[in-house]
Structure formats: structure tokens, C-alpha cells
């Protein structure tokens, strides 16, 4: 069975700083990974995703991830935080049918000025 | 404007009388999904469907109902609610890919059962 596990519920960074959100799965078959953020308020919206091209995936708002099989790892990182940022975060796996899809506990990124 | 949309976005009402949350998006989707947002605990799958009349369970199905009658329209519906499915519920939906399907959220529906 696939899972997802995120490391932090929550995550505060200084604006400017890095940041690192960190997410491990488990999966018995070549999984397909994303990122997804949700602002307050609102329903997610796609960051990134990883379907076994690039191991290294760009995003947007400057955001990027890579996949690591040997890790179990896809964790998320943006060089230079910005108060924008600030919402909650959610790492995903799918099955190879696409339909279901695992998330993770989620993780509140706080952004301090 | 591509987009799923649900309604209505709040709701409150009394355990045991029933009640429909409705999903539509006009993106010509095949598969949606329906899920509930807890905290601490992210998004669980309730139902899905791959396509008209293609429906399936997914991890936290009991006390919901689905049907999927016309492509664009995926109706949640508690029968009886009761008070532990107070909560926050999307609708999401996809187009197959053979994998890696990119879903479009709706803006979510918060639920409060007394």
C-alpha cells in the first residue's frame, strides 16, 4: 500500500531563508509524486510533480523538488522564502491508474518578516 | 475559465437530515474525485469515478453516496449525517494520462454537522 509521510507539521523560516519541507513515501510500484499548496481559504493547486522524467522537478514560484528512489524521498525546496509563500503544503503519490491518490498529513509553512 | 466549482461552499445543519453537496467542472474531465480535509490528518480519498456510471470507493467511504450520472457533475451525499463528518470537502478532477494526472480543486465545502 502506498503512503506518505511529511516531517514537520508545521515549518517557520525567516523571509529570505530556505526552505525545506521535507516528504518520504512508500510505494510497491514507480510512483508518481506531487506537491501540492493551498493557500487560506481555497483549494490546492499543483506546485510540482515528478512522473519518472527529470529526477530534479521545477515548479512554480520558484519552487523545486527532487526525487530520490534510494531515499523514498521527493522533499521540496525554494532557495529565498517570501512572505507569499506562507500556506500549507501537501506531498501526494498516485498509482499508475492516476485515480487514487495518497496525500500527506500536510505541512503549514509560516514565513517570518 | 477552467474550473470546478461546488455548493455551497458553507453548511450547517442537524445529524440525520440529508444532504447533497454538488461538484460540477467544465474541463471535459474524466475522472473526479471527492475528499475531506481533517487536521493533522491531510486529504482522504471518499469516492472516486473514472468515468459516467464508474464509481469506487476510495479510503474513508461510509455514511457518503455518489453517483456520476453526466460527465461534468459529481454529487457527495450524506444520507444521515452524523457529527464525525463535520469537516472540509473537496472536489478535484482529472484527465488520464496513464499516470501522473494533474487534479483541479474545487474551493472547498465546510461542513458542520451538530
Known amino acids: ?113 | 475559465e477552467a474550473q470546478v466549482t461546488q455548493n455551497p461552499r458553507y453548511l450547517i445543519t442537524v445529524t440525520g437530515k440529508k444532504l447533497t453537496v454538488t461538484c460540477s467542472q467544465n474541463m471535459n474531465h474524466e475522472y473526479m474525485s471527492w475528499y475531506r480535509q481533517d487536521p493533522g490528518l491531510g486529504l482522504r480519498q471518499i469516492y472516486y469515478s473514472m468515468n459516467v456510471e464508474v464509481t469506487d470507493k476510495g479510503d474513508v467511504p461510509e455514511g457518503y453516496k455518489v453517483s456520476r450520472k453526466e460527465k461534468r457533475n459529481f454529487p457527495l451525499i450524506l444520507e444521515s449525517p452524523s457529527p464525525n463528518q463535520t469537516s472540509l470537502y473537496f472536489c478535484a478532477s482529472s484527465s488520464p494520462q496513464g499516470g501522473g494526472e494533474t487534479q483541479y480543486f474545487g474551493p472547498g465545502t465546510r461542513l458542520l454537522v451538530l
Open chain 1, 1 to 113: 500500500a502506498q503512503s506518505v509521510t511529511q516531517l514537520g507539521s508545521h515549518v517557520s523560516v525567516s523571509e529570505g531563508a530556505l526552505v525545506l519541507l521535507r516528504c518520504n513515501y512508500s510505494s510497491s510500484v514507480p510512483p508518481y509524486l506531487f506537491w501540492y499548496v493551498q493557500y487560506p481559504n481555497q483549494g490546492l493547486q499543483l506546485l510540482l510533480k515528478y512522473t519518472s522524467a527529470a529526477t530534479l522537478v521545477k515548479g512554480i514560484n520558484g519552487f523545486e523538488a527532487e526525487f530520490k528512489k534510494s531515499e523514498t524521498s521527493f522533499h521540496l525546496t525554494k532557495p529565498s522564502a517570501h512572505m507569499s509563500d506562507a500556506a500549507e503544503y501537501f506531498c501526494a503519490v498516485s498509482d499508475t491508474g492516476g485515480f487514487k491518490t495518497i496525500f500527506g498529513a500536510g505541512t503549514r509553512l509560516f514565513v517570518k518578516a
